[in-house]
């Protein structure tokens, strides 16, 4: 019996479907067209977005919210090159993604042809990994490859890119390869490792766990919450552990770092062992990292061995699957009791007070309120600057994949792709979108894709008329000299969202929040809420440059 | 103080300039390099000299013993060791020897599995 032929393109578009991938966002063009030829009546469905920045960040965010790889397609040249800022921001922030990129043809690589950007090589620091797919018989085991990489150990994304005479080219013989879940198991920490943290939890007395955004992406939210019920030592997440430890509980003492609270910064000034688990000790939650716990001893666990000792010196270093290792330290510490209650009596004396004068909108109050009245179903995904640290601040995680922010690259633009891919991945969820009037324009063109696909995505969107962190930077720290900050001339945003066809509301009063949440939890479909706030808000606390967390700057109404 | 650091790479796409971009991209100032690919044409034994970069103080540098997990995690290499260059013994890694299981080789081997969608 004579052997099928195979194109390229029709095998990456099998693999796909034999990962069970559901959705691809992507972008069409030239040296990418025998893909778009073969996804035709394909088991998973292609989201056109109108900017390929929008299919990286939609993939990243579908990757953060479902826990499964995050697929993005583009064309050679520009349309690689627009993928750049999704593929950092999910490099940063440790996202699975695979973006698959049509590249000229073989024979013309290095000719300068038409479309031709070398995206392997720019984009080499920001993946995690990367193909250029020479053979059309490598294609199975490079899909294969890529997803596993992706997925594998400490998350991230992976590259592959695909000439276009790869994708036309026929092959035989060809099998998809299995997916072998066995072997993306982390490998366990080592005995002595979790014996010396053993100790140390042993011998403290003012401990502080500061967990970040590896324990849910992990999938340890259960052991870690295990490890915090059993031990009782309190909590200080990164902007990207929140939720990890819920809001509610009383031993979450809140976000540390730059704009961490009060009690959180205090506490881990204070502690004698700080327990990091899934964090990196990066500068905005450290501050000058010289002053950062300097009277602790540290236990460092992480899935990626590289973490450990590479910006503070860990007296354990526990590397490898961070599961087994919080199961392994799960025991009381009666000795805490003292420092427990100290760190307990300091959370409340510091507790945001909400009672800014006014009858503008106070933003931290209306995130609160969102919060309160949101359920366990609902995500939401940020943007950056001012309203990204009110969220994080003041709307109160339960679970850290309800909080999808762009952390480490911080990319402005990051907020509406993200929802669209975090309403696709968990088709369960209510997903919110909060923005602001800098950022929204980043990415604007993806109201389009909201109504295109009817997906119901909700927009909050705070505007003060400003790059409002810039401006309060330069309020701070800059004697009040003001630089491209202004942004008085925005659209009618109402208006804009209306003409993309999606229904939008105006409110500046205080008043008017409560009826406005109603309608975000309760409206079907795409919406934007856009609301007006004054433009000298700034965001406290605030840890000054080149400060330490314990010289942190609180606005008077909250001292 | 310089170091060598002594790598085994499976030879693939861009595997060198992804090696020493780790390395003079993460903090270390790359001093030479020596790469000879092995008889079969698979793999290539690397040997970098570097030095930690001195950042303007109060700052302090990198630590050496930090690179081998940092390079560890590239999919192509296949093993890799630190000596000190004075010495040339071998420098063991921080934390416990938590580090020393930090690179576990999990790549699918070639094509050859059991989920034959075309024949």
């Known amino acids: 019996m004579p052997q099928a032929e195979v194109p390229g393109a029709s095998i990456v578009c099998r693999a796909l479907e034999a990962e069970g991938v559901d959705y691809i966002f992507g972008y069409p063009g030239g040296a990418i067209m025998p893909f778009y030829d073969a996804i035709v009546g394909a088991k998973f469905k292609h989201i056109l977005v109108r900017h390929e920045q929008g299919a990286a960040f939609a993939a990243n965010g579908y990757a953060r919210a479902s826990g499964r790889v995050g697929v993005c397609v583009a064309t050679s040249g520009p349309g690689t090159t627009n993928l750049v800022t999704g593929i950092a921001d999910a490099f940063m922030d440790s996202v699975p993604v695979v973006a698959i990129t049509g590249q000229v043809r073989s024979h013309l690589i290095g000719t300068d042809a038409f479309q031709e950007v070398d995206i392997f090589g720019i984009t080499l620091p920001i993946v995690k990994h990367s193909f250029l797919v020479r053979r059309v018989d490598d294609l199975p085991y490079v899909m294969k490859e890529a997803f596993r990489i992706a997925r594998s150990g400490r998350p991230g994304p992976v590259l592959v890119d695909i000439p276009r005479d790869v994708q036309e080219a026929e092959a035989k013989h060809l099998r998809l390869l299995p997916r072998n879940l066995e072997e993306e198991r982390p490998p366990a920490p080592s005995k002595e490792s979790i014996e010396r943290a053993v100790q140390l939890l042993k011998e403290c007395r003012k401990p502080i766990v500061y967990a970040g955004g590896g324990v849910g992406m992990a999938n340890a939210v259960e052991e870690f919450r295990g490890f915090i019920k059993a031990t009782q030592i309190p909590v200080v997440h990164t902007l990207k552990g929140l939720g990890t430890l819920p809001y509610s509980d009383p031993l979450f003492l809140g976000m540390l770092g730059m704009h961490g609270f009060k009690q959180s910064n205090l506490a881990v000034q204070e502690c004698d062992l700080l327990i990091c688990i899934g964090a990196r000790f990066d500068d905005r939650a450290t501050g000058v990292l010289a002053k950062f716990a300097p009277n602790a001893k540290v236990i460092h666990m992480d899935v990626d061995a590289s973490e450990v000792g590479k910006l503070r010196k860990a007296e354990a270093g526990v590397a490898g699957d961070i599961r087994p290792a919080l199961k392994a330290l799960t025991f009381p510490l009666p000795q805490i009791a003292a420092w427990r209650e100290e760190c307990l009596e300091s959370k409340k004396q510091y507790a945001w007070k909400y009672n800014a004068p006014g009858d503008g909108v106070y933003v931290p109050a209306m995130l609160k309120e969102l919060g309160d009245r949101a359920d366990e179903k609902t995500i939401i995904t940020c943007d950056v600057g001012q309203h990204q640290m009110w969220v994080a601040q003041h709307y109160g995680f339960r679970r850290p994949e309800l909080h999808l922010t762009s952390g480490g690259s911080g990319a402005m633009g990051f907020g509406l792709p993200a929802a669209i891919g975090a309403a696709l991945g968990r088709p369960d969820c209510r997903v919110i979108c909060v923005s602001g009037d800098g950022s929204i324009m980043m990415n604007i063109q993806e109201m389009a894709t909201l109504k295109r696909y009817n997906i119901p995505v909700k927009i909050l969107l705070v505007d003060n008329q400003a790059l409002g962190m810039v401006r309060q930077w330069q309020e701070l720290f800059f004697a009040k000299k003001y630089s491209e900050i202004d942004l008085w001339d925005n659209p009618d945003f109402v208006r804009l969202s209306e003409a993309f066809g999606v229904p939008a509301f105006f409110l500046r009063e205080r008043k008017d929040v409560p009826k406005a949440i109603d309608r975000l939890l309760k409206e079907p479909g795409p919406l934007l809420a856009h609301v007006s706030i004054e433009q000298a808000a700034n965001v406290w606390p605030l840890v000054p440059p080149a400060k330490s967390n314990a010289e942190m700057v609180i606005e008077d109404h909250n001292k | ?119």
């Open chain 2, 1 to 119: 103080m310089s170091f060598t650091l002594v790598v085994r790479l499976r030879k693939a796409e861009g595997a060198l300039v992804r090696l020493l971009g780790q390395i003079g991209r993460r903090g270390y100032d790359v001093l030479g390099v020596s790469a000879r690919l092995s008889p079969d044409r698979a793999a290539f034994d690397v040997q970098v000299d570097f030095e930690p970069f001195q950042p303007p103080a109060p700052f302090a540098c990198r630590p050496p013993e930090v690179l081998p997990a940092l390079v560890a995690k590239l999919v192509e290499v296949e093993k890799v060791e630190l000596r000190s260059a004075a010495s040339k013994a071998p420098v063991e890694p921080p934390g416990n020897g938590a580090l020393g299981e930090a690179k576990r080789k999990t790549g699918a081997s070639k094509p050859g599995g059991e989920m034959h969608w075309e024949e």
